[in-house]
């Protein structure tokens, strides 16, 4: 599995570096999201009537800086470093099963304040003057990278069979949110995104659960789609 502490130490060493002279702005996102993996589901719930999903919940943590490449629009950039984890487990009959799915990523958040877009006075959200929904509503465009790495484990009482994956997939991400402006040094920001990672392969998946080598040499391949709400907290020390 991906080091989870390790990768909240990157994080927060990210935090460490945009919090220098150099930027502005930075951030942190935690956010909860329901996903569902559609062609492995079908090959793991085999005559799947309940519609059951496989890896169904996750939590994911990120951490950005702002950047504003355009001074007198409003389209803000944040580009985040991301981490993610779900899991899930269940029994069928004598077999037991296990399932991780752990997620390392950059995306581009690119934040489009549409009704507020050509009156930018290049300052925090609660320093303007247009009306609250105005200056704080945005669609989000979020492409990115993600590496993935997944753990099933099956185990019938005789024998433990097990299979990795470790995928580099791409994403793309359209989400939307307000920032409430609660002074000129923070904002939070209520978002909900709904993220797409395209073509992410678990090599024989099929065969380590039926515990048949010879069952289906084709890679297990599906896309990823997260429908994900959270928050996120930023904090800006400088104009």
């Given at each position: 599995?991906?080091?989870?502490?390790?990768?909240?130490?990157?994080?927060?060493?990210?935090?460490?570096?945009?919090?220098?002279?150099?930027?502005?702005?930075?951030?942190?996102?935690?956010?909860?999201?329901?996903?569902?993996?559609?062609?492995?589901?079908?090959?793991?719930?085999?005559?799947?009537?309940?519609?059951?999903?496989?890896?169904?919940?996750?939590?994911?943590?990120?951490?950005?800086?702002?950047?504003?490449?355009?001074?007198?629009?409003?389209?803000?950039?944040?580009?985040?470093?991301?981490?993610?984890y779900s899991k899930d487990n269940f029994n069928r009959?004598?077999?037991?099963?296990?399932?991780?799915?752990?997620?390392?990523?950059?995306?581009?958040?690119?934040?489009?304040?549409?009704?507020?877009?050509?009156?930018?006075?290049?300052?925090?959200?609660?320093?303007?003057?247009?009306?609250?929904?105005?200056?704080?509503?945005?669609?989000?465009?979020?492409?990115?990278?993600?590496?993935?790495?997944?753990?099933?484990?099956?185990?019938?009482?005789?024998?433990?069979?097990?299979?990795?994956?470790?995928?580099?997939?791409?994403?793309?991400?359209?989400?939307?949110?307000?920032?409430?402006g609660l002074s000129d040094l923070i904002t939070i920001?209520?978002?909900?995104?709904?993220?797409?990672?395209?073509?992410?392969?678990?090599?024989?998946?099929?065969?380590?659960?039926?515990?048949?080598?010879?069952?289906?040499?084709?890679?297990?391949?599906?896309?990823?789609?997260?429908?994900?709400?959270?928050?996120?907290?930023?904090?800006?020390?400088?104009?």
């Open positions: 599995m991906i080091n989870l502490r390790k990768s909240t130490t990157s994080l927060l060493f990210l935090l460490f570096v945009v919090l220098s002279p150099g930027y502005g702005q930075a951030g942190f996102t935690l956010s909860r999201f329901n996903q569902n993996i559609p062609d492995l589901e079908n090959k793991v719930f085999q005559d799947n009537t309940t519609n059951q999903d496989l890896l169904p919940n996750g939590y994911r943590l990120g951490a950005d800086f702002w950047v504003k490449p355009l001074k007198n629009f409003r389209l803000e950039l944040y580009p985040e470093l991301s981490i993610a009959d004598v077999r037991m099963e296990e399932f991780h799915l752990a997620s390392a990523g950059i995306n581009l958040n690119m934040n489009l304040y549409l009704l507020n877009f050509y009156s930018d006075c290049d300052c925090p959200t609660f320093s303007k003057q247009e009306s609250f929904f105005e200056k704080g509503f945005f669609i989000q465009i979020s492409p990115g990278y993600h590496y993935f790495r997944g753990v099933y484990e099956v185990s019938d009482g005789r024998e433990l069979r097990k299979n990795i994956m470790n995928e580099l997939v791409p994403k793309l991400g359209l989400g939307a949110g307000i920032d409430i920001t209520p978002i909900v995104q709904y993220s797409r990672f395209f073509n992410a392969h678990w090599d024989q998946l099929s065969n380590t659960i039926t515990g048949d080598p010879l069952l289906d040499t084709t890679p297990d391949e599906s896309h990823i789609n997260q429908f994900s709400y959270g928050l996120h907290i930023g904090i800006r020390w400088r104009k």
